[in-house]
Structure formats: C-alpha cells, structure tokens
C-alpha cells in the first residue's frame, strides 16, 4: 500500500501530490500489524528482532499524539476514544512484556504473536469462576437476609476512610448486579431503598449520592471489608485473585435465594476483586512513574 502510493505520486498521478506523510502512515501501521501478527517459526520474533523496536515506537508514538491532547493542541475528535487508546496501549505493552518472559525467562527460541489471544486466559477464568460457584453454593447458608433490619446492632461511632469506601464500592458493585437480575429474591435482598443511611460508613455514599444513589445491603458491605482485608494482605502476589477467594471461603455469608445464590456472591466478589487489582495496578504504576521521574530529575542534578 506505502510502495503504492508512492510509485503512484511519482507518477504524477492527481490527487496524491503531498502524500507523504499518509504514506508514512501506512507502512508504520502496516509493520505495526505484521509484528503482532507473526505466525510462522521463519517470521518469529526473536532476542534481536527488530519488532521489538517497532511495538516500543508504536507506544512513543501513541503517548506523543496523546500529549498533544493533554496540551490542548487538538482536539478530542482528532485523537483516539479513551477506550482505543488504552486498549493499543495495553496491547503494545503486554505483546513487548510478553514477548521478552518468554523469550529471556522461559528460554523461547522465538515467538508467534499471531497465536497470541485471549481465550485461553478466558476459559481458565471460565473455569475459576464455576468452581468458585460450587465452593460458594456449599458455603452460603439460606438464612433469610432482609435489608432492613440489618442496621439494628449498628453502633459505631466513626468509621475509618476505608470502610466508607467500602461502603461506597459495596454500593457500586451491587447496582451492576442488580442490573443484570429480574429475580425478586435477589433484588430485594440486594437492594436497600433508603436514601439516606444513617451510619458512620455511609458518609462518603450520602455524600455522593444526595439521595440517589444505591446503598448496599450491609451482609454485603460486611463480607467485602473481610475480602478487602485479605486482598490486603496478599496483593503484592501475583495470583491475588485466587489467594483472596480461597480466603474469601472461610467466610460465612447469607444470602436468601437460593437458586441464585452461589452465581450472585461470586458475580459480587469477582467484580469487587477485579475492580480492586485494576485500581491497584494504577496505583502501582503511578508510584513508579513517580519513581523514575525522581531518578530522571537527580540524574540531571548529578550531570550538570
Ligand atoms: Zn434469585
């Protein structure tokens, strides 16, 4: 396509006249995609290949055109949508990250990022997911679990910033569930109508919501400050999802419907574990882009 418009422009050919830069374009995003579609041994990415140096220009490439962005100097409709743009970026740097484990860790000779998909990691989830129903189908009691006399023995005096985030979490994990719910059973004991809640912890939740929005079930925000306790503990571990849940286990916890039961605690518990490592990661991230930015500015102080 670049040799295209480029013989063609010699040519002379009307209409290509200035295409310079289209052209660029093309044989960039042309090498992009071959290098994250390598499929035979011969085309392999390898140690010393120079796909490497094409997925880390992607990614320079990707972070300046943003900036221009962030300095105002286009505008939103001539960049990316959010969503592309992270997901080019998670992309670009799984595929380099990926690429290096196996070939500097696992011994790889070279790898086929054309293999590379999804559906290996979602069966494996498939398959968490389903004996995490069984485990929690064994553990919930069927106690009745009403909404509201779940204040009662409620007594605290203040609550520490976290439980109110929490609480506040609680509440957002729960309206995603609940949109996904026509069951009666579930919906009542999830939902709790009362505007205003009059706990220490449901301050932040008050404070947000003036009135509207969706406060947990406290069986539910009780459970989550356990899972978030044990993810805690473990989140420096790179498999935090699993230590969690097998923690999460030991638990007791009620829920009133019982044909949904085991599906509706562990929808809550993945979307709370999930929203929970992806939060962590950012925040992991920003403490080593603070990190280097520190090392950039003494290295300057010792070089001048
Ligand atoms: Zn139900």
Redesign the pocket.
Known sequence: MACGIEFYRRKKIVGLGGSEETQNFTLFLNNLFDTLNRRYASEGITKSSNDFKILENAEVWLNNWEQLLHDSKISPNEFLTCSTAEGLRVTLRSSIELCRYLLYDCGFNYVLTGKMNQNPLETIRQQKLSNLKLKVDLLIDEDSWKANDIFEDHNYNEATALNCIIYYATGYVTKKIIKN?S?I??LNALKNNQKYVDIPEAELANLKSKGGLTHPNIHLFHFLTKVEESFATHCQHKNVFDLTVDDVLNFPILFP?N??KSQ?VSSILTNYLIMRMRHFAVQENRKEKKNSREKKKIAKLVST
Do not use: A, M, R, S
């Open positions: 719910t069951c059973l579930c419907c044909e949904h509706v």
